[in-house]
């Protein structure tokens, strides 16, 4: 039987400042991967997939040392106009992006000595609504968490070695006003624009601030990072609650 399934378009509800937009993580959304998770911020929805090779780079061989690293991509209609897709040469802001998702990711762990094997993590933007880094890095936390305790239930290492999740939010000022996970049409509008990445023990891994249009404070800077905190918290939450078996 083929049912055919429509989805009506809604329009958007006002949401307080501090709130974030409606969060949903499907852990194991892909059935080949080691580890996955499909994450939706909002109308933003990345697909994020953790594959265990065996092996290392080449400057990492003989090391008995692992290596995570990821990719990012963005269909061509995952935006409101279609966009190229990235053949021959990958673009600044996509080399940009995932070298902040393997950052973010490595720092799951303390260090990397779990054997020669290399954990690629592929985030893929299904739909753009502003934040698909953001989400990227934190479905792809799920992701890799996963693909280690696999690795420990088919007996290629004899414990995971993660210590600590981490996610990701946008903040930003809008209209004068600071503004917590930020949509396309808040991000556009911004006049500060900033990325939060912080682990489960309160710790930063990395700020990306920018006042797009001039400068801003002191207070409003201490403002951003004290709501993103509070963001990345609840996206913890989220986290936990899916990684023990829940639905987030």
């Known amino acids: 039987m083929v049912e055919s399934v429509v989805k009506s378009v809604l329009p958007r509800v006002a949401r307080a400042n501090n709130r974030l937009r409606t969060v949903h ?4 959304a892909v059935l080949y991967a080691e580890g996955s998770c499909l994450v ?6 990345v697909l994020c997939a953790a594959s265990v090779e065996d092996g290392v780079p080449g400057w990492r061989r003989g090391s008995g040392e692992g290596w995570i690293t990821a990719e990012y991509s963005m269909l061509p209609r995952a935006t ?4 190229s897709r990235e ?4 673009g600044g802001r996509t080399q940009e992006i995932q070298r902040l998702i393997g950052r ?5 762990l303390d260090d990397f000595l779990f054997g020669e094997f290399t954990i690629k993590v592929d985030c893929d933007v299904l739909q753009a609504d502003g934040g698909t880094r953001t989400a990227a ?13 696999w690795m420990v239930r088919t007996g290629r290492i004899p414990l995971s070695p993660v210590k600590r999740r981490v996610a990701a939010i946008s903040v930003g000022v809008v209209d004068g006003e600071v503004r917590l996970d930020l949509d396309y049409d808040e991000d556009v509008r911004a006049g500060v624009d900033m990325n939060v990445v912080m682990s489960s023990e309160g710790r930063f891994v990395e700020v990306q601030g920018t ?19 509070q963001g990345i918290a609840e996206l913890d939450v989220a986290q936990r609650a899916v990684l023990a078996g829940g639905v987030s």
């Open 137 to 149: 890095i934190t479905g792809a936390c799920v992701a890799v968490q996963d693909a280690f305790a």
């Open 25 to 28: 993580l499907e852990r194991n």
């Open 87 to 90: 053949r021959q040469q990958i």
């Open 80 to 83: 409101r106009t279609r966009s």
């Open 211 to 229: 006042g797009e249009h001039g400068t801003f404070a002191r207070a409003e800077l201490d403002a951003l990072l004290d709501i993103a905190e």
């Open 104 to 108: 973010s990711v490595r720092a799951m």
């Open 40 to 45: 939706s911020f909002g109308e933003t929805r």
